[in-house]
């Protein structure tokens, strides 16, 4: 963060020419070094993805526009698009103030109201910056990746009540989420609120106990958090993600829903939204909502490519032709601008199979079916593909396009994804058609369950390692996760029990990291890249969270409830 305005980057949004001007002149007049002027929110979003300033003035509203100031903050925020050090500050008029200061309150920096002066302006900007500046050594901790110090120091503010007490309370408590010590951010949350009832500290009461594998518990908190502040939009992104893990795939679309009526330009929100109604079963409102999506965001770093391979999927079951090809050509569209990305390609691929079954190509379409079926086994080969695998093969077996090896390779990618019944539910709508298939996948979990029980028996008779040899061993055949990660809580828990420990855990660790079972929910529609969940804070841009898979299904290899 620059230590002098005069050597400051801002950029100005606002569609009104002179409210612009004067803005630019008061800047200008304090001494900022460089500004960027945008009329349109669209523009202002890409000049933020690809480019860093130290001040961002927007106003709230603009005319003929969708979106407003506060969603485009909202969605940057959330997605680690501002850097720590960037002042976002928002104009408004007194009759909308409340409404802004609320919904803000976990993003904004400053707000001023209309009319304002010059040096009010400068006021607001200097005393965010004091607060950033007061909280350096937390954020100098994060940046040099010291976390479990970075967390201790936000305590350390929050216990002795320095200045920002509370704003280095929700650092803390979303370190502590992040860095997996899920009882101490819980604890700090309940501090907060015991302190000061804020929606933000609530949420984040929530946060930890979905993390933590108690979805339901984390639904009771957010019902009372929602009650008391239905306006509060991040507690439905969590909501929904809670009953999304509990498998109430219905009352998750109907929370996404109302979170996209709240802030409809929210691309996230919007794909969210699309892909709960496509696997709910809602098929003509999931695409509507996808196709909303791809419009506002296609170019945006906040857009997920696996929307276009569910339109597709649409485009083929109403045959629809052009609608299929211009899927095709957004794809290709959105390859070329992440060359250096797999996933697109990957993703490509399934479009291309899906045009194949629509013209009739029969061979090409087996072909590439049987191409994509040979990966089954591969660490690389996810959620995400397993389902788009699966629905292609629905639309083969709709078509009387006979594959012989189809039911082996539906009951291999059942076996290896059904580690929860939510994941299994979501496994069996990409088979939706087929029911004989959609059997298959939920005779798998049934499988799974046999297993793990089986595995769970012999540690309560009081042999945990023969428990661990017998979920390795199912987990190397099945590469299911919740196997593999069974093995890894026994281990954990019995260690003192088990002779052969240290070589067994050993081999669990590398399943482990081989198939990726650890991976992080990113919810749906969220990218691996983005650094912010919903009701959590925005970390410094040195800040790296764990590592995680891309995408809606790619990301969801974790072991359910």
């Excluded at 609120?193 to 979805?215: D, H, M, N, S, Y």
């Excluded at 029990?497 to 482990?512: N, W």
Aim: aromatic share 6%.
């Amino acid at each position: 963060m620059p230590a002098n305005l005069q050597d400051a980057k801002a950029l100005v949004i606002d569609g009104n020419p002179q409210s612009r001007s004067i803005i630019v002149g008061q800047l200008r007049e304090a001494g900022v070094g460089t500004i960027v002027q945008c009329p349109r929110l669209i523009d202002a979003r890409t000049k933020l993805e690809v480019g860093t300033f130290d001040v961002v003035i927007s106003e709230q509203y603009f005319e003929r526009e969708d979106m407003t100031g506060q969603e485009l903050l909202d969605d940057l925020r959330r997605n680690q698009m501002l850097p720590f050090y960037t002042v976002f500050v928002m104009v408004t008029s007194e009759s909308s103030y409340s409404k802004v200061a609320e919904a803000a309150e976990s993003a904004l920096d400053a707000y001023l109201l209309k009319p304002h002066t010059a040096a009010g302006l400068v006021e607001r900007i200097v005393q965010a910056r004091e607060r950033k500046a007061a909280l350096r050594d937390i954020f100098v901790a994060i940046d040099e990746e010291r976390f479990d110090e970075a967390a201790a120091l936000c305590k350390q503010h929050f216990e002795q009540r320095k200045t920002f007490w509370l704003y280095a309370a929700r650092i803390g408590a979303e370190l502590m989420l992040r860095i997996g010590h899920l009882h101490d951010a819980e604890q700090l949350y309940e501090a907060v609120v015991e302190a000061k009832t804020l929606p933000w500290a609530k949420l984040g009461v929530a946060r930890a106990q979905i993390e933590g594998g108690f979805p339901q518990r984390a639904v009771t908190t957010l019902e009372g958090l929602i009650e008391t502040d239905p306006g509060y939009t991040d507690a439905y992104d969590i909501m929904g993600r809670a009953q999304f893990e509990l498998g109430n795939f219905q009352s998750a679309l109907n929370t996404f829903k109302r979170a996209t009526l709240l802030t409809p330009s929210s691309v996230n929100r919007l794909l969210k939204h699309g892909m709960m109604a496509w696997y709910a079963g809602e098929r003509d409102e999931g695409v509507e909502t996808l196709d909303r999506a791809t419009r506002i965001g296609l170019d945006s770093k906040l857009f997920d490519p696996q929307a276009l391979v569910l339109i597709a999927f649409a485009r083929v079951d109403n045959n629809d032709h052009k609608g299929l090809q211009r899927c095709r050509e957004q794809m290709e569209h959105y390859r070329d601008r992440h060359a250096d990305n797999p996933r697109p390609l990957r993703l490509l691929e399934v479009i291309e199979a899906l045009i194949a079954i629509q013209d009739y190509q029969t061979a090409r379409a087996l072909d590439d079916v049987r191409r994509l079926a040979k990966t089954i086994h591969l660490p690389s080969f996810d959620f995400e593909s397993a389902c788009n695998l699966l629905a292609l093969m629905t639309r083969l077996a709709m078509r009387s396009i006979q594959l012989y090896e189809v039911d082996a390779a539906v009951d291999t990618m059942a076996i290896r994804f059904c580690t929860s019944r939510a994941l299994t539910e979501l496994l069996a709508c990409a088979a939706t058609g087929r029911q004989d298939f959609i059997n298959r996948v939920r005779n798998a979990h049934t499988q799974i369950l046999k297993l793990t029980e089986e595995a769970m028996s012999l540690s309560l008779k009081g042999d945990p390692q023969a428990a661990v040899l017998k979920l390795l061993e199912d987990g190397e055949k099945t590469l299911n996760a919740k196997l593999i990660e069974s093995a890894h809580l026994v281990l954990q828990r019995y260690h003192a029990r088990i002779p052969d420990h240290v070589p067994l855990l050993k081999k669990a660790q590398i399943l482990r990291d081989r198939y990726r079972t650890t991976d992080i929910h990113a919810g749906l529609g969220e990218q691996a890249h983005t650094g912010r969940a919903a009701g959590g804070l925005s970390l410094p841009s040195g800040y790296k969270p764990p590592p995680k898979v891309e995408g809606l299904l790619a990301s969801v290899n974790t072991v359910g409830a």
